[in-house]
């Protein structure tokens, strides 16, 4: 009962909170014995193998969590048993393991016996080994991926991250192998060396990739971007219908001066600032922050509407951008691009088919359409935000009419493009062109983004 209220409750808070992604659940038998070990990176492990899975799952935990107020009672509920993780003494875990697996029982268990200290897995002890020997019971090996960004040891409380859970195929011993060499250590050796290839075959290669975007955040700054000209040519398209309409020479301050901050910012960030994680966000995010400041002075100047629900759109942008605080470098620039483009092609439809809450469905449109594709941090809840929020504004104001559909169209386009032109740019970044020096040479390594 405790564990089904678990269940109930834990699947759509782990997946609002942290993004969690489970693949290969069909190599989790239903029925009889197995084993299910894993890698083991964060305090989070036992509930992100067990939410998906239907059966219980019997796990070996440390015995001094058993000591915890509350945490005891909690894990022991849920049918955890505890296990003297110090050496010669686990003779007594190893054979309730061994009695909850002849009981055609799920056991999981994490063969470092502790949390990884860097995210890779570390020295494997022999008794899942040896428990697939005696019981016969199939092994499935799991990696946990990302789990390490969302709650390493020593963090003292969680943040969200994106994390991946993938259960592997089977690993089934050939029984007539187990008996005729029950006692050896070296066939002990080989069955946990094949466990560690099936997991570090997507482990190492996430980490490796991960390791080298922190690297990233130090290289050098990106020159002036495409997208990031587009404030320019936006300028020079105003100064010339403000010039049609004959106001430029009351509008051309607000035109032209955050612009002018803007650029003179970017020739800082190329030549002034050092290199950093937070650096490299700001770069990212400030093309954001000048449509937000910049919006009202430049449709005043072309002569369109500026918004009616402006007051919900700011803050759901805003809001919607908090969550690329977890997500990875590149994840971020597509989106940044994506919002400049939806905004600035917004304007020059305006021009043409003026509409109280057409920028509000283009930007919210694409926001949702980004994040249910790319799988952002929070989508479920971001996703169902935006859209409750254009049923509002659409239930608000008298705008529905045939021109809501271009602004529609702009965000699908949008979407679109990214998943056509600009992504081919940012894949050829993944796939790896960091020199790096390690040991003397340089490396070049494969980024695989972050799982």
């Known amino acids: 009962m405790l564990m089904s209220l678990l269940k109930l409750i834990g699947r759509p808070l782990f997946k609002v909170l942290f993004t969690v992604e489970y693949h290969g659940l069909e190599n989790v038998p239903e029925t009889g014995r197995v084993i299910i070990a894993g890698n083991h990176p964060s305090y989070l492990d036992p509930l992100l193998i067990t939410l998906p899975i239907k059966r219980t799952i019997r796990f070996m935990a440390w015995d001094a969590l058993f000591k915890v107020p509350l945490l005891g009672l909690l894990i022991r509920a849920l049918g955890a048993f505890p296990v003297d993780v110090r050496k010669g003494k686990g003779d007594a875990a190893f054979r309730e393991a061994l009695r909850v697996l002849e009981s055609d029982n799920a056991l999981g268990i994490f063969p470092e016996g502790q949390r990884s200290d860097l995210g890779p897995m570390g020295e494997l002890r022999a008794g899942t080994a040896r428990l697939a020997i005696d019981s016969g019971a199939p092994i499935v ?87 990031e000209w587009a404030p320019l040519l936006a300028a020079i398209i105003s100064s010339f219908v403000a010039h049609r309409h004959r106001v430029l020479g009351e509008n051309w301050l607000a035109i032209w001066l955050l612009p002018i901050f803007y650029y003179a910012y970017l020739v800082l960030d190329l030549a002034l600032f050092k290199q950093a994680r937070i650096t490299k966000w700001l770069r990212n995010s400030m093309p954001v922050w000048l449509i937000l400041l910049w919006h009202y002075p430049l449709s005043r100047s072309l002569g369109v509407p500026p918004g009616e629900m402006n007051e919900l759109l700011a803050p759901a942008v805003l809001a919607a951008f908090f969550a690329f605080f977890w997500e990875d470098y590149y994840t971020l620039q597509k989106f940044v691009r994506g919002l400049v483009v939806v905004y600035y092609f917004s304007l020059a439809l305006l021009l043409r088919w003026p509409n109280s809450i057409g920028m509000f469905v283009a930007g919210l449109g694409f926001i949702a359409l980004f994040c249910l594709v790319y799988r952002t941090i929070y989508y479920p809840l971001t996703v169902g935000v935006m859209l409750l929020f254009i049923a509002i504004a659409l239930l608000m104001t008298d705008s529905m009419n045939k021109s809501m559909l271009v602004y529609a169209a702009l965000s699908i386009a949008t979407l679109g493009y990214l998943q056509t032109f600009a992504t081919a740019a940012y894949d050829i970044r993944k796939a790896g062109n960091v020199s790096l020096h390690h040991g003397g040479r340089i490396a070049r390594q494969s980024n695989h983004g972050n799982s």
């Not at 089977?170 to 099936?198: C, G, W």
């Open 141 to 227: 090996p799991v990696t946990i991926g990302g789990a390490y960004r969302a709650w390493p040891k020593w963090r003292l409380l969680p943040k969200p991250a994106k994390i991946i859970v993938r259960f592997h195929e089977p690993i089934v011993l050939d029984e007539n192998e187990s008996v005729a060499r029950h006692d050896d250590k070296t066939y002990q050796r080989e069955i946990m060396d094949r466990f560690a290839k099936t997991i570090n075959r997507s482990l190492v290669p996430a980490l490796r990739g991960a390791d080298s975007l922190e690297r990233w955040y130090h290289q050098p700054p990106s020159n002036i971007r495409s997208y």
